[in-house]
């Protein structure tokens, strides 16, 4: 079955190029220079250079050609998610629609589903994420993700669809656990790129990364997630993966922000916006998230760096 990938970023583009793997894949790009220039070069060498384009990969700029496959993968931003969504409400309706996002939406405090649910009711939704980056599925390295869906039976019906040569999916219905995980890892990223910006070691990224997770986990179970689910590649996995990389976008906004160095404001950074989102909705929950609260603080240049590590090293001693 034919499949469609809505995005033309890094990581639309890997993921179209793995799925062609299987068949026939289109690729859709907003910018009509863009997507000629795919056309023309059979390369995204905007987004993703060295990596050819497969014969069974075709790219288009009509949303209308790229919607009329039944399984559509949804490769934008979070933030963009809704209005991607509402732009092309009657093309996308009663679809299967794979959001490729992580997460929580700044306005609502929602994650990729449940904006789907949100947005589209008449259509199917997923969730696809997990540790990755496009570079490595574009160049067929052995990568495993986290597929989410509320409906067991397409859940599983997905995850045949969707599988290739060298993308291996697990699957779950818990799609609560598998968006906070998803999302709620890159601001950990953001924090862990802070600590080894300022220079202030491994041990202390251990610390961060160990903490982090447990406010993860805090954050998400008190939304209805089941811990297993962050235990697995959707939270602990994608944790370990972003955390330690400088080819995390979240990472190399931390070192930025640790080093004081300005960041690239072009670059999206799903973090970011996630970090505001998820401190709100916490103060809403009264859930202690100090990390997260924290990484709100440096974003937005309310405190330092050095401020930021006194603040986390002089709250009350307790139990692990």
């Known amino acids: 079955m034919s499949v469609s990938v809505l995005g033309s970023g890094a990581f639309g583009t890997a993921l179209a190029i ?3 793997g299987n068949g026939p894949v289109t690729l859709w790009a907003r910018d009509t220079n863009h997507a000629s220039a795919m056309k023309a070069s059979r390369e995204n060498e905007k987004r993703l250079p060295g990596v050819p384009l497969p014969d069974h990969l075709s790219v288009t700029t009509d949303i209308a050609e790229a919607t009329r496959n039944e399984t559509l993968l949804l490769a934008v931003p979070m933030q963009k998610l809704r209005s991607l969504l509402v732009e092309h409400s009657e093309l996308l309706a009663g679809k299967t629609l794979v959001a490729c996002c992580k997460g929580i939406e700044l306005n609502t405090g929602l994650g990729p589903i449940a904006v789907l649910n949100k947005t589209l009711p ?15 599925i574009a160049r067929g390295l052995p990568t495993a993700l986290t597929l989410a869906c509320d409906d067991a039976a397409l859940c599983k ?4 669809q969707l599988t290739t040569a ?11 656990g598998a968006e906070q995980g998803g999302a709620l ?3 950990m990223a953001i924090a862990c790129g802070a600590v080894i910006g300022a220079g202030l070691g491994d041990s202390a ?3 961060l990364m160990t903490r982090g997770y447990a406010e993860m986990q805090r954050m ?9 689910t962050l235990a697995g590649l959707s939270g602990f996995g994608d944790l370990t993966l972003t955390c330690s990389s400088d080819l995390s976008r979240n990472y190399r906004l931390g070192l930025a922000i640790g080093r004081g160095e300005t960041f ?8 970011a916006a996630t970090a505001r989102a998820a401190a709100a909705k916490a103060d809403e929950m009264k859930i202690d998230t100090p990390i997260t609260q924290t990484v709100t603080n440096l974003v937005d240049q309310r405190l330092t760096i050095g401020e930021a590590v006194a603040l986390l090293m002089k709250r009350p001693l307790k139990e692990e």
Not at 122 to 136: I, R
Not at 157 to 160: A, E, K, V, W, Y
Not at 220 to 228: D, F, K, L, N, S
Request: glycine content about 6%; charged content about 25%.
């Open 18 to 20: 793995s799925l062609a």
């Open 122 to 136: 008449s259509a199917k939704p997923a969730l696809l994420t997990g540790p990755s980056f496009a570079d490595d």
């Open 157 to 160: 019906d997905l995850q045949q």
């Open 166 to 176: 060298n993308l291996r999916l697990y699957r779950t219905t818990d799609t609560t």
């Open 185 to 187: 890892k890159n601001v």
């Open 205 to 207: 990224r251990a610390a």
């Open 220 to 228: 998400a179970m008190a939304c209805g997630a089941r811990p297993e």
């Open 264 to 271: 690239d404001p072009s670059v999206t950074v799903e973090g």
